[in-house]
């Protein structure tokens, strides 16, 4: 249960009851973290902004290096229902229960090729709170590995979201 009262459907601003509805209307609920934002149209607005932006609009990244990231760092945040969330956005997306179960096992797990794993370690390191120690050499070795600059702004764009969204999740106890 959520540490802060959370807005029920009623209670959103008009512009958010917009974006709700179809929500609803497909699942029957509106999760904790849709109603954490909708306390602040204008913090719901910018996160559904990198939400279409990041993941769900397509990128330099595949949807399922972009839905690696976002179950790997969530996973690494410690943010069950980001991870839970992730699990069913990827099965979305296109990710089999196998590759997701693979992913969840950690990198080193997973059957990838050497490019992508160097990518993801990347990722979980960029995440970190001394991400600020990252040299120019970690990310001349990507590039090394053939990833372009736009696909490593974007794969830490992502990262740096997920850091966002579990702290958010973390800090007021949703499930």
């Known amino acids: 249960m959520a540490y802060i009262q959370l807005p029920e459907f009623e209670e959103m601003s008009p512009a958010i009851q917009d974006k709700a509805r179809p929500i609803l209307e497909k699942t029957g609920k509106l999760g904790e973290i849709f109603k ?27 949807y399922d290096i972009k839905e690696s990231i976002a179950l790997l760092i969530s996973l690494e945040n410690g943010c069950k229902m ?25 990198v080193d797990s997973m059957d990838s090729n050497e490019a992508e ?20 050499e970690e990310i001349d070795n990507l590039k090394k590995l053939g990833w372009s600059d736009v696909q490593i702004v974007e794969a830490v764009a992502i990262t740096g979201y997920f850091n966002y969204i579990n702290t958010l999740s973390n800090v007021f106890g949703l499930e």
């Open 117 to 136: 794993k160097a990518l993801l370690n990347f990722c979980i390191r960029a995440s970190k709170k001394d991400n600020y120690k990252v040299t120019k």
């Open 82 to 106: 980001c991870v839970d969330v992730h699990k069913s956005i990827a099965k979305m997306l296109g990710m089999s229960e196998e590759r997701i179960e693979e992913v969840l096992k950690g």
């Open 36 to 62: 954490l934002l909708a306390l602040d149209e204008k913090v719901y607005f910018a996160t559904d902004t990198m939400i279409q932006k990041y993941l769900l609009d397509e990128t330099t990244l595949s």
